[in-house]
């Protein structure tokens, strides 16, 4: 069999681009891939083929043509499944797919006097181009990736149930030059914030795909809730799918992930990122992660208020994400503080667990050693902070005299 049969086995839907590979976890992370080898037989073979062509989804809509599929709401991610029961994942190819033009005339259809078009949220908020993403950001995904599976394979003796990174590849300027000019009229060039500008100067940079292994087809819990974004819910198949939504299992999957990445040195996100780990569209239903791109190295927070900051907000999100999809919108809110000291509990409880031998980081091992109102003054004003009411806390720490800013 061709490298090329490899790939184009039975699918109708796709086609095959050569790209240029800029990063390889054959020589990134060997260490990740031998285990990933051990655990998938074919993702050598696989990877071999991908490098004389890189299969492309020739639509950017839904669709299934085994052993491809596009679910509902991934805009730019389709998957192939190997004959292992493994699934790859290829992120940012659909600025090349046969529809896009079609794809962005749909999208910016959307707008509305209340809301922008997807188009600008992905540029203005998330900071990719609709459909596609750049070659920077499929670089970040992988590397960032990559250095926590190695991580969690040398403390846990096995991969990590969350995205394992294989390639990154470029798509040259001449090759995306159809998309930029098909998605240029319809972006917006306002002089207070021009969603055009943000296009130009991020495509400047080329445009990426990032190629990933996942052990099941990585669909969201957002997906069983209806919720998922460009998706209106999805029904799930347990012979097509291999499995059904347990949110009980799940659960414990991601506070168990939630854990152990405290415990190897990682927030799962903090207040500044484009999209995290643990929003429901991120959340995988068979208790892992997916876009490991917002995790944070807790060496590289060097403030104690910004290191506590972003572990809050992580349980924040774990804890609206949580309570959306036990009792929706309105239970999320009525019941946010009972959810988030549950889930803490159970997250101190695991960190405790997971990380004896380990030396944890400092301010880590504070807050998941203290009870009650100690660890309250750690998470909420550090270790000398007051614990009020937020504006009674900001009033109380700021320098006399000292206004806040205005426009």
Same mark, same amino acid.
């Given at each position: 069999?061709?490298?090329a049969?490899v790939? !184009?086995?039975? %699918?109708? $839907?796709?086609?095959?681009?050569?790209?240029p590979?800029?990063?390889?976890v054959?020589?990134?992370?060997p260490g990740?891939?031998?285990a990933?080898?051990?655990?998938?037989?074919k993702? $050598?073979? *696989?990877l071999?083929?991908i490098e004389?062509?890189?299969?492309?989804?020739r639509?950017?809509?839904?669709?299934?043509?085994d052993?491809?599929?596009?679910?509902i709401?991934? %805009?730019r991610s389709f +998957?192939?499944?190997?004959?292992?029961?493994g699934v790859?994942g290829?992120?940012g190819?659909?600025p090349?797919s046969? @529809?896009?033009a079609s794809? !962005?005339?749909a999208a910016w259809? !959307?707008?509305t006097?209340?809301?922008?078009?997807?188009l600008e949220?992905?540029?203005?908020v998330?900071?990719?181009?609709y459909?596609g993403m750049?070659?920077?950001a499929a670089?970040?995904?992988?590397?960032?990736?990559?250095?926590w599976?190695?991580?969690?394979l040398?403390?846990?003796g096995?991969?990590?149930?969350?995205?394992?990174?294989l390639?990154? *590849?470029r #798509?040259?300027a001449?090759l995306?030059?159809?998309?930029?000019?098909?998605?240029r009229?319809l972006?917006?060039d306002?002089g207070q914030l021009?969603?055009l500008?943000?296009f130009?100067?991020l495509? %400047?940079?080329?445009? &990426?795909v990032y #190629?990933y +292994?996942?052990?099941?087809l990585?669909?969201?819990?957002?997906?069983?809730?209806?919720?998922?974004p460009g998706?209106s819910? #999805?029904?799930f198949d347990?012979?097509r @799918? /291999?499995?059904?939504? @347990?949110?009980?299992?799940?659960l414990?999957?991601? !506070?168990e992930l939630?854990a152990e990445?405290l415990v190897?040195?990682?927030?799962p996100?903090?207040?500044?990122?484009t999209g995290?780990?643990v929003q429901?569209?991120n959340?995988?239903?068979d208790?892992g992660?997916? @876009?490991?791109?917002?995790?944070q190295?807790?060496?590289d927070?060097?403030?104690?208020?910004?290191?506590? /900051?972003?572990?809050? +907000? $992580?349980?924040n999100t774990?804890?609206s994400?949580?309570?959306f999809? *036990?009792?929706g919108? %309105?239970g999320?809110? =009525?019941a946010?503080?009972?959810? +988030?000291a549950?889930?803490?509990?159970?997250v101190?409880?695991?960190?405790l667990?997971? $990380?004896? /031998?380990?030396?944890l980081?400092?301010?880590l091992k504070?807050?998941?050693?203290?009870?009650?109102?100690?660890? *309250?003054?750690?998470a909420f004003g550090g270790r000398s &902070?007051?614990?009020?009411?937020p504006?009674?806390?900001?009033? =109380?720490?700021r320098?006399? /005299?000292a206004e806040?800013p205005?426009?």
């Amino acid at each position: 069999m061709s490298t090329a049969d490899v790939l !184009l086995q039975r %699918a109708n $839907s796709i086609t095959l681009v050569p790209l240029p590979v800029s990063w390889d976890v054959r020589t990134a992370a060997p260490g990740v891939f031998r285990a990933l080898c051990d655990q998938d037989s074919k993702i $050598s073979n *696989l990877l071999t083929a991908i490098e004389c062509g890189s299969p492309v989804a020739r639509s950017s809509r839904p669709f299934t043509d085994d052993p491809y599929r596009r679910p509902i709401g991934h %805009a730019r991610s389709f +998957y192939l499944r190997t004959e292992d029961g493994g699934v790859l994942g290829f992120k940012g190819t659909e600025p090349l797919s046969d @529809d896009r033009a079609s794809t !962005l005339h749909a999208a910016w259809d !959307l707008r509305t006097g209340f809301a922008h078009s997807p188009l600008e949220h992905f540029l203005l908020v998330e900071n990719e181009p609709y459909l596609g993403m750049t070659a920077p950001a499929a670089l970040y995904c992988a590397t960032i990736s990559a250095e926590w599976a190695s991580a969690y394979l040398e403390r846990f003796g096995e991969l990590p149930r969350t995205p394992i990174p294989l390639l990154t *590849l470029r #798509i040259p300027a001449g090759l995306a030059s159809s998309f930029v000019a098909a998605t240029r009229p319809l972006l917006t060039d306002r002089g207070q914030l021009s969603a055009l500008e943000r296009f130009d100067h991020l495509v %400047a940079r080329d445009l &990426g795909v990032y #190629i990933y +292994y996942y052990p099941t087809l990585p669909l969201r819990a957002a997906h069983a809730a209806g919720s998922f974004p460009g998706a209106s819910g #999805i029904n799930f198949d347990p012979e097509r @799918d /291999g499995f059904t939504f @347990d949110i009980d299992q799940a659960l414990e999957g991601w !506070l168990e992930l939630f854990a152990e990445m405290l415990v190897l040195g990682y927030l799962p996100t903090t207040p500044v990122h484009t999209g995290n780990c643990v929003q429901t569209h991120n959340l995988v239903v068979d208790g892992g992660f997916c @876009d490991l791109d917002s995790l944070q190295k807790m060496t590289d927070i060097a403030h104690e208020k910004d290191f506590f /900051g972003a572990l809050v +907000y $992580s349980m924040n999100t774990l804890t609206s994400a949580v309570g959306f999809l *036990l009792h929706g919108a %309105a239970g999320e809110r =009525a019941a946010q503080g009972l959810i +988030y000291a549950g889930l803490w509990q159970e997250v101190r409880r695991r960190t405790l667990a997971v $990380s004896k /031998g380990t030396s944890l980081d400092p301010r880590l091992k504070a807050i998941v050693s203290a009870d009650g109102v100690a660890a *309250l003054r750690m998470a909420f004003g550090g270790r000398s &902070g007051l614990v009020g009411s937020p504006m009674a806390g900001a009033q =109380a720490r700021r320098p006399a /005299g000292a206004e806040l800013p205005c426009s």
